[in-house]
């Protein structure tokens, strides 16, 4: 990705340069083989960044279930928290005028 690939380019620099290459692939104006050329670096730099996204939503997975105490959700599917408890209402618990209820 850089001139003598020496330093990895991080996805900032990279989407960066995603976007400019299609801002000038959307102005026209470019031979076939210009074209042609700055689809592949853009192709090269989506799998680049893609790359880049996947090893961050692993790194954000393994330390989010690195983090999450043993059991606390144990139980229920897919380590989803429970349901919120439905409380029935009060049948002494009455208005006079429903349209001007505090909530």
Same mark, same amino acid.
């Given at each position: 990705?850089? *001139?003598? !690939?020496?330093? *990895?380019?991080?996805?900032?620099?990279?989407?960066? +340069?995603?976007?400019?290459?299609?801002? #000038?692939?959307?102005? #026209?104006?470019? &031979?076939?083989?210009?074209?042609? /050329?700055?689809?592949? +670096? #853009?192709?090269? $730099?989506? +799998? @680049?960044? =893609? @790359? $880049?996204?996947?090893? /961050?939503? $692993?790194?954000? &997975?393994?330390?989010?279930?690195?983090?999450?105490?043993? #059991?606390? &959700? /144990?139980?229920? +599917? =897919? =380590?989803?928290?429970?349901?919120?408890? !439905?409380?029935?209402?009060?049948?002494?618990? &009455?208005?006079?005028?429903?349209? =001007?209820?505090?909530?």
């Amino acid at each position: 990705m850089t *001139p003598d !690939d020496a330093q *990895p380019l991080g996805f900032e620099d990279a989407f960066r +340069q995603l976007t400019e290459i299609a801002e #000038g692939m959307e102005k #026209g104006g470019l &031979t076939l083989a210009e074209a042609t /050329a700055r689809f592949e +670096q #853009g192709m090269k $730099l989506v +799998q @680049h960044c =893609n @790359h $880049l996204l996947d090893t /961050a939503e $692993l790194e954000i &997975t393994q330390l989010r279930d690195s983090y999450q105490r043993p #059991g606390l &959700t /144990a139980g229920y +599917q =897919n =380590n989803s928290a429970p349901p919120p408890f !439905d409380y029935p209402p009060d049948d002494d618990e &009455t208005y006079e005028d429903e349209e =001007n209820l505090p909530f």
